[in-house]
């Protein structure tokens, strides 16, 4: 990584420098962009600059989720596929390094908008992931360019677990330190009623944003993935992956991506990196939700799913679920 940055034309390098000091000294800080409850973590302005002025490139891509939803996991295995013939285009493009230069080129909606300039500087194709809604991506460019989305949904009582944990060892905006709360019923009632910022709208939660990339369905640039789908047959699902992004690979190299991806795997990639681990099954869901906080969110789902063309799968028949025991990632 170091041979690229230094590779860089000298005007680039001074951008690489605004982005990476961006990083060191970013604060958490509440933005709305056309009514959208943005990440604090992340940056609105990036989002906005894009949408108007940043191009993508044919064969990049955009991992899509929701928050907990499997996005970590879903973008190693992009790049997996991408880039297993050559290592190091994998190291350009590993998005776990300390350097703050490429926490920047990661996630889409995180950075200053000068990251844009340096990533027109990354070779193709680029990985990113973001949980932005379709309405503040710009959908029209990347079917134009020929990009690729592949949006990664989970069921929503998994996802409430998976994000309850994570927020617990992470940092609320000032701002938003009212929300804050360590009882998961108050946490997925906050959730449920849209009071979280989670790159929805006031009152908005996981189905707005569903369907927000759902109308798009018909699209060829557009694929839906589901995370159970995933753990329940991860050579079928990676290979309907492979041949999404128009990539050929042999049998061993897809065993070689599903080793590479396996919990133990990532969890050595990700060490450290906030609370991004912790089991990963699914069905967790019901050493959590007490049977009324189940009908609670069943009946506004049933409400605001009402015609949606998605089943969510609450379990699966080879997975064991054990609460004290961490058997998988939470990505």
Not at 222 to 227: H, P
Request: net charge negative; glycine share 4%.
């Amino acid at each position: 990584m170091a041979d690229f940055i230094a590779s860089l034309p000298k005007d680039i390098k001074l951008e690489a420098e605004e982005v990476s000091e961006f990083m060191k000294n970013r604060i958490l800080r509440p933005q709305v962009w056309k009514n959208v409850k943005g990440i604090p973590y992340f940056s609105m302005e990036a989002a906005k600059y894009a949408y108007g002025n940043w191009t993508p490139r044919k064969g990049d891509v955009f991992v899509v989720t929701y928050p907990k939803c499997g996005t970590n996991w879903v973008r190693e295995i992009v790049k997996q596929i991408y880039f297993i013939r050559d290592q190091k285009l994998m190291d350009i493009m590993n998005e776990r390094s300390d350097n703050p230069l490429l926490a920047a080129q990661e996630i889409f909606d995180q950075g200053p908008p000068a990251k844009f300039t340096v990533a027109d500087y990354f070779p193709c194709p680029r990985v990113f992931y973001t949980h932005l809604p379709e309405e503040l991506m710009n959908f029209k460019k990347i079917k134009e360019m020929e990009a690729k989305v592949i949006y990664v949904y989970r069921n929503p009582k998994d996802m409430a677990v998976s994000y309850f944990h994570f927020k617990q060892n992470t940092p609320y905006a000032s701002e938003l330190e009212h929300l804050q709360t360590n009882d998961f019923e108050t946490f997925v009632r906050q959730l449920i009623k849209g009071e979280k910022w989670d790159s929805t709208p006031e009152g908005e939660w996981y189905p707005y944003h569903i369907k927000s990339w759902l109308q798009h369905k018909s699209e060829n640039c557009i694929k839906f993935v589901a995370y159970e789908e995933l753990k329940n047959d991860f050579q079928r699902a990676t290979r309907e992956i492979a041949k999404f992004l128009n990539v050929d690979r042999t049998d061993e190299e897809f065993f070689e991506i599903q080793k590479r991806c396996s919990f133990s795997q990532m969890k050595r990639k990700y060490r450290g990196k906030l609370n991004l681990f912790r089991k990963g099954v699914v069905g967790d869901w019901k050493n959590y939700f007490s049977e009324a906080l189940g009908e609670e969110m069943d009946k506004k789902l049933q409400a605001e799913m009402e015609e949606v063309e998605i089943e969510f799968q609450y379990e699966i028949n080879n997975e064991k679920v054990n609460e004290n025991k961490a058997s998988d990632c939470e990505l």
